[in-house]
């Protein structure tokens, strides 16, 4: 039978006294150096998963990039990671700029998204010569025009279209069907195309699309290139657009509970690569250069959250509330998405799981639940919890709900822990008050 520890990093195994160890990292260990709530990031497994999309998605052509999706999870020496994997970053904020920007991140190799982006990120972009800017919308088209009229920097842009493709994955994480915030609708998809290629500021390279994330079968990212490079073929045919760069987001999916196989990497490249040949054959276009932007792909199962036990509260017939020392201010997923995980006691993975329990968060909500129903082996107070797949999307939502203080991250490998994001401390938390 197939271990919940296959859904932890990938150099996960268990002691001779039945501790959880990652890295050659023993997390008991772990938890006494740095305290919990603790995030633990196996470098092992984030650079693999950096050359495995390498490695598939250039079986494409050479012309292919890998750029991470920041908004996952980014900070100084994740960012120095990446670049030394040769990744390239998107970034959808000014913020996440800067973090690259603080570590000298090559800015040829940064793509800008956003729906929103102020007159000031966009000046900020120009001013670093990013590589790329993903125009969102017409007010972003004759905004970033304007501001590249005022400096020597005529920027690279690609135009992010809604294709109209249901992802079939939660609505809050669909980003690519037509009511959705993001990029021109088709139906004023071609008006973009022909003032982005007639404004001089600014050089239209291609097109951009995202769908939407968490998505485990090929059909959506076949019908997005099928509508993306039917579109292309339309505008070659009428205004003379030439396709140099496709670029079809992220939204690869990973494995988050048993019950819930996904895809290999492999699958998803050989998916998209197929279906953009068979496409660009069909239509007599010159393939593309490729563009992917996986983020929780590459870092998901990189990381994993750590939690000490409090109360345990038994409510006869009904349930077994396992409290732990963390919760929605360091994942809000399980509350905003409804997302499950699994969970162990990483203190006990020798001894056998006979009791089911809901794994709750210690803030001031009913709905913050970290884990519900669940079988695990019997815990008490001063157990820890470990639970797989916290690497995307808990970090950056992270919030000081209740006043708490955001956690530590360390990065393991070869049985040394590196702290690479200390814990807050009560000075953070009101050093931007004003009496």
């Known amino acids: 039978m197939e271990s919940k520890l296959s859904l932890f990093p990938l150099t996960t195994e268990t002691s001779s006294d039945g501790h959880l160890t990652i890295g050659g990292c023993d997390v008991v260990e772990l938890a006494r150096e740095f305290g919990t709530p603790l995030y633990i990031f196996d470098e092992l497994t984030l650079r ?58 090559p800015m040829d190799r940064v793509y800008f998204h956003g729906n929103n982006k102020s007159a000031e990120e966009l000046r900020q972009a120009l001013a670093w010569h990013i590589g790329c800017i993903v125009v969102d919308n017409f007010y972003e088209l004759d905004l970033l025009n304007e501001i590249a009229a005022e400096g020597k920097y005529r920027p690279d842009i690609l135009l992010r279209l809604s294709p109209g493709v249901d992802p079939h994955t939660h609505q809050y994480i669909a980003t690519g069907i037509i009511d959705s915030k993001f990029g021109f609708p088709l139906v004023a998809a071609e008006a973009a195309v022909t003032r982005a290629m007639a404004m001089p500021n600014l050089n239209l390279v291609g097109l951009h699309s995202h ?3 968490l998505i485990s079968i090929a059909a959506p990212y076949e019908k997005a290139v099928e509508v993306m490079l039917g579109f292309a073929a339309e505008m070659k045919r009428k205004h003379g ?29 050989e998916a998209v690569i197929s279906k953009i040949v068979s496409e660009c054959n069909r239509l007599h ?20 959250a750590l939690y000490t036990v409090g109360v345990v509260k038994e409510i006869p017939g009904i349930r077994c509330y396992v409290s732990v020392d963390g919760g929605m201010a360091d994942n809000i997923r399980p509350a905003l998405y409804e997302a499950r995980y699994e969970a162990v006691v990483a203190d006990k993975l020798k001894e056998r799981e006979e009791k089911r329990v809901t794994i709750a968060g210690k803030y001031c909500e009913s709905g913050d639940i970290v884990v519900k129903d669940i079988v695990l082996p019997p815990v008490t107070a001063g157990n820890l919890i470990a639970i797989p797949d916290c690497g995307a999307y808990c970090l950056p939502m992270a919030s000081n709900y209740n006043a708490s203080l955001k956690a530590a991250v360390v990065l393991v490998g070869e049985g040394k822990a590196r702290l690479i994001r200390r814990r807050e401390t009560l000075a953070d938390l009101t050093d931007c008050d004003l009496v």
């Open 48 to 105: 693999s998963k950096c050359r495995e999309f390498r490695s598939e998605f250039s079986k494409y052509s050479r012309d292919v990039k890998v750029i991470y999706a920041s908004k996952a999870f980014i900070n100084r020496a994740i960012a120095l990671l990446l670049l030394e994997e040769g990744l390239g970053l998107d970034v959808v904020s000014g913020g996440e700029l800067g973090i690259a920007r603080s570590v000298d991140f």
């Open 211 to 213: 769908i939407g994330s």
């Open 241 to 269: 657009f030439k396709l140099e760069e496709l670029n079809i987001g992220g939204g690869f999916a990973i494995r988050y509970s048993m019950d819930l196989p996904v895809p290999s990497v492999a699958f998803y490249a």
């Open 285 to 304: 276009l010159e393939l593309p250069r490729l563009v992917i932007e996986p983020g929780r792909a590459i870092v998901g199962q990189a990381g994993v």
